[in-house]
């Protein structure tokens, strides 16, 4: 007969009692309590914990008493006489080269869904969002940056309304005007974000790094390419849609606002957004007879700004690869 000794607690008293566990038969075991108490249960109605090395096992019982044993041993003697074999998932845990290979290919299957699926099925999901989760977000968004990071404009009404005009009479006729706000950007220096409900939202820092109503321009039809593509609700549910991928390994979980500080936290887009961006407004340049050449000078002027500005969270430091997109505006070499 099988037996391994261990301290049986009852799920009320927290001052645990000695006691012994047999094997009986092919698959029962009996636990003899040092009080006197005697349990007989089957193999299968018992939960057995994972064996580790240096860590007692539990035997829990239906109704929540458990038996803790320290000699591994004996209770690898006892399980085995009984025919008990663990799962192929803790089988595996026990082989390192196994293990680490499967670490290696959640850290792969994670990056690949992170790099080609989030983003696709992010696109997917933006574009079928409805009018009104559009607009809920957008207007969270508006009122978190103006509770956290920005403030009441400080440039002239007459300066804000001439942009504005400028703006309305630059667009093609088949084109939207969004509503374009001023506000003094503090740590976020000279910077513009679009908002998924249509508001562009442009700092007076940006103006005065710019000093040209035209290059202004140039940033605020970038900002309408973002609005266009929805790019802040596709970073947003990529963002979501990561938090629930994570939340799939890990047990935690998230909502799809709860991402919203995130976006606004770091305002970063893909490369691939950035261009779809950059060929917008290059588009609505060339339709008002001006060229490319004045988003290219005004992404050249803000990236002196942020070399100015170091305590900054300036445009640039935000968006990616400015050698790169100077060159795409001029030449016009968009990709495929």
Do not use: C
């Not at 096992?57 to 000699?71: K, N």
């Not at 690898?76 to 803790?90: S, Y």
């Not at 910077?191 to 321009?217: E, F, K, Y």
């Not at 950059?278 to 290219?296: I, T």
């Amino acid at each position: 007969m099988k037996a391994v000794h261990g301290r049986f607690f009852d799920g009320h008293n927290a001052l645990g009692t000695g006691a012994r566990l047999m094997l009986e038969g092919a698959d029962s075991l009996t636990l003899d309590q040092a009080d006197g108490g005697v349990r007989r249960v089957p193999l299968g109605r018992l939960r057995i914990s994972e064996r580790f090395d240096h860590a007692p096992r539990v035997v829990t019982f239906e109704d929540g008493a458990y038996l803790e044993i320290e000699d591994l041993a004996a209770m690898d003697a006892l399980l085995a006489a009984a025919g008990w074999k663990d799962g192929p998932v803790v089988v595996l845990q026990r082989r390192w080269p196994l293990a680490l290979a499967a670490l290696a290919l959640l850290l792969a299957v994670t990056a690949f869904a992170w790099v080609q699926g989030i983003p696709r099925l992010a696109e997917v999901v933006a574009a079928r969002m409805p009018p009104d989760m559009e607009l809920r977000v957008g207007e969270e968004a508006e009122a978190l940056l103006d509770r956290r990071w920005l403030s009441e404009t400080r440039v002239a009404e007459e300066d804000r309304a001439r942009i504005v005009a400028q703006l309305g009479a630059w667009l093609p006729a088949d084109v939207s005007h969004p509503r374009v706000e001023f506000r003094d950007g503090g740590k976020f220096g000279a910077n513009a974000l679009a908002l998924p409900h249509g508001v562009i939202m442009g700092t007076d820092q940006l103006i005065a790094s710019l000093g040209d109503d035209d290059l202004v321009l140039a940033v605020l039809f970038h900002e309408m390419g973002h609005v266009a593509h929805r790019h802040f609700l596709r970073q947003l549910t990529a963002d979501a849609l990561l938090g629930v991928l994570v939340s799939t390994l890990t047990g935690d979980s998230g909502m799809l606002l709860a991402a919203i500080p995130v976006v606004l936290g770091s305002l970063h887009f893909s490369r691939t957004m950035e261009l779809e961006a950059d060929r917008y407004a290059a588009m609505l340049l060339e339709a008002r007879g001006r060229p490319a050449d004045d988003l290219a000078l005004a992404l050249e002027r803000l990236s002196e700004s942020r070399e100015r500005r170091r305590g900054a969270i300036a445009y640039l430091q935000t968006h990616p690869a400015i050698e790169e997109r100077t060159a795409r505006l001029r030449s016009g070499a968009w990709p495929k």
